[in-house]
């Protein structure tokens, strides 16, 4: 489904700075499912979802996704294929405008459209439909402008735009990381909701490993630019993923809630 071949990425080429991420890294995530990035900061996460999002242009190596190459695409070209929920909150919408209004311009992804004919009114009740499967009461907040609402109203929304058209691909980038634990729960229901329904490939950063476990089919993790574990959800423990981790000389441990 998607294919990731010998890629390279390094930054501050030729200064005594220069950072080598990753040196012909390949990986192939599998259509349907749900892959877990686990590692430490600096092993390549952001770097991988960034080069994959067309954010990031590697030195060598080409993405494929379902068959396409899509190395020239630039990012707003990916974006009518590959959709991302960041972790801050109002990174995936437009907090001075209303609901509405963002999810409007999340139905016209990729379209050419003027701003005074961003709205269709044959169009809100569907919208309307879509908000009350979030079972916050956001269609009946059409009108509020969404630098209003809270952290977690504001990532399901984020969530529900980034899903609403059916990407072919969907980056989770630690999108749980911001919220207080019960809303992170709550997200994390809907996520794998949407994801299942839907059918969704999807790719989740995360540095919880509870989360990883639970919500992922399966777990890769990182460590320096490389796959140093690459399993099943089901064949590994809590236990067992928390030891390998912090047995890779991380400068931090991770814990089993962080």
């Known amino acids: 489904m998607l294919e990731i071949k010998n890629i390279s990425k390094s930054f501050n080429m030729g200064t005594d700075n220069e950072a080598t991420i990753f040196s012909d890294f390949s990986l192939h995530i599998n259509k349907g499912e749900c ?15 960034n080069i994959i999002s067309g954010v990031l242009t590697p030195e060598k190596g080409e993405i494929i996704l379902n068959g396409k190459n ?56 569907e919208y309307k439909e879509i908000l009350k499967t ?42 749980t990381a911001a919220l207080d634990p019960k809303t992170s729960r709550l997200i994390m229901e809907k996520t794998q909701e949407l994801i299942k329904t839907q059918s969704i490939t999807s790719m989740m950063i995360s540095h919880n490993i509870k989360d990883t476990i639970k919500y992922s089919d399966r777990i890769v993790m990182l460590d320096r630019g490389q796959v140093i574990l ?14 390998i981790y912090n047995s890779r000389n991380y400068g931090s441990s991770m814990s089993e809630a962080v």
Do not use: W
């Open 230 to 243: 690459d399993v099943r959800n089901k064949d590994i423990t809590e236990k067992e993923l928390l030891r």
């Open 35 to 49: 892959t877990g990035i686990l590692g430490a900061n600096g092993c390549g996460k952001s770097t991988l979802f």
């Open 134 to 175: 979030l079972d916050l009461g956001l269609e009946n907040k059409l009108d509020t402008e969404v630098k209003f609402l809270s952290g977690g109203q504001r990532q399901s929304l984020s969530l529900l735009m980034a899903t609403m058209n059916k990407p072919e691909l969907l980056l989770l980038d630690e999108h």
């Open 70 to 125: 899509i190395n020239k695409l630039k990012e707003n070209e990916r974006a009518k294929y590959i959709g991302r929920v960041y972790q801050n909150p109002s990174m995936g919408v437009s907090p001075s405008l209303t609901i509405l209004e963002n999810i409007s311009l999340s139905d016209k992804k990729c379209q050419k459209f003027m701003l005074k004919k961003l709205i269709r009114k044959n169009k809100t009740e």
